[in-house]
């Protein structure tokens, strides 16, 4: 494979209006509709990790994947992985080493006022000062390439999921689904059989106060699968990278379209601690192609990602 392949990208915010919205309405509904607490319990009891993968295998599949939530980018998947890598060692790294990248820029004005006092506190440093035992962060360019393998469910060799049980955001089930959401405008959970469930159509629901995401049953989705996959495998991978691949599509959580975090009476002390991760890697995850500049991926470089954290094959 050639060392540097060339591309155009240009980055901003998902755009669901001028981009497949058709698509992607269809997409939110069937999840909004179809995805409830006890069928999230019942594909997780039938997940084996009983086949083993080389990531570079992976990628090959991941490219009969199409993604229709994804209406930014109309590139193959697995240059979306590569665009993602090559993203965030442009953007926060110098020589192999983390920028220094002020917490606070990571927020927007409006987020920024609506956080409680003792986070604006928290997020007054840096990321490599608020995150001061992490020594080596080469670990997030990889997380950058890999992110969103998991999304190979919908082909035949993962169980041919259906695409609402594989991509898109994720929220959590088992408690009241929050107006932060996506098309939350749209009632369309409102004909979900956990509606009606006097149970889960609260604001904790089944949960108690600050449990944690670690704790919630999120929906299913390539970022729980992933994470799981790659915590019933032999990597070298930080808890970190590990918390950004099964949280990378909350978007509620981490980048409210309204500006009106979700979920927060769910989030522990460790969810806010890691709430800079996430939007930092958000912002090198999403962007359309334009032909506005170019941008080369060090294949050699990624290849050696791979080979230092995940050396062995993963379990699926």
Not at 213 to 223: C, L
Not at 269 to 286: R, V
Not at 300 to 310: A, E, G, Q, V
Request: glycine share 4%; net charge negative; aromatic share 18%.
């Amino acid at each position: 494979m050639c060392k540097f392949l060339y591309l155009y990208i240009y980055i901003m915010f998902r755009d669901y209006v001028n981009n497949n919205g058709n698509n992607v309405d269809i997409l939110y509904k069937n999840m909004y509709e179809k995805q409830n607490y006890q069928g999230k319990k019942h594909i997780i009891s039938k997940l084996k990790y009983d086949k083993k993968y080389k990531i570079k295998d992976l990628f090959l599949l991941l490219n009969k994947v199409i993604d229709s939530s994804d209406p930014d980018t109309d590139v193959v998947q697995t240059e979306h992985c590569y665009e993602t890598a090559q993203a965030i060692k442009n953007n926060y790294f110098i020589d192999n080493n983390l920028k220094e990248i002020n917490i606070r820029d990571l927020f927007t004005n409006e987020e920024w006022f609506l956080l409680d006092k003792k986070y604006k506190k928290m997020y007054d440093t840096r990321i490599d000062k608020l995150y001061k035992d992490v020594k080596n962060w080469s670990w997030l360019i990889l997380v950058g390439l890999i992110h969103d393998l998991g999304k190979v469910l919908v082909l035949e060799e993962f169980g041919k999921f259906d695409e609402w049980f594989s991509v898109g955001d994720i929220y959590p089930l088992g408690c009241e689904f929050h107006k932060s959401n996506i098309f939350y405008e749209k009632n369309y959970h409102k004909q979900n059989i956990d509606y009606n469930n006097s149970e889960y159509n609260k604001i904790l629901g089944i949960y108690d106060y600050e449990v944690g995401f670690d704790n919630v049953e999120m929906t299913f989705s390539h970022d729980y699968y992933l994470s799981e996959c790659l915590k019933h495998s032999e990597t070298n991978l930080p808890y970190e990278a590990l918390y950004i691949i099964r949280y990378h599509s909350f978007y509620s959580w981490h980048t409210p379209k309204n500006n009106i975090r979700g979920y927060e009476y769910l989030a522990s002390e460790t969810d806010w601690k890691y709430l800079p991760l996430l939007k930092l890697f958000q912002k090198s995850d999403l962007y359309s192609k334009k032909n506005d500049f170019y941008k080369k991926f060090d294949i050699d470089y990624f290849d050696n990602l791979i080979d230092k954290y995940i050396q062995y094959p993963i379990s699926m």
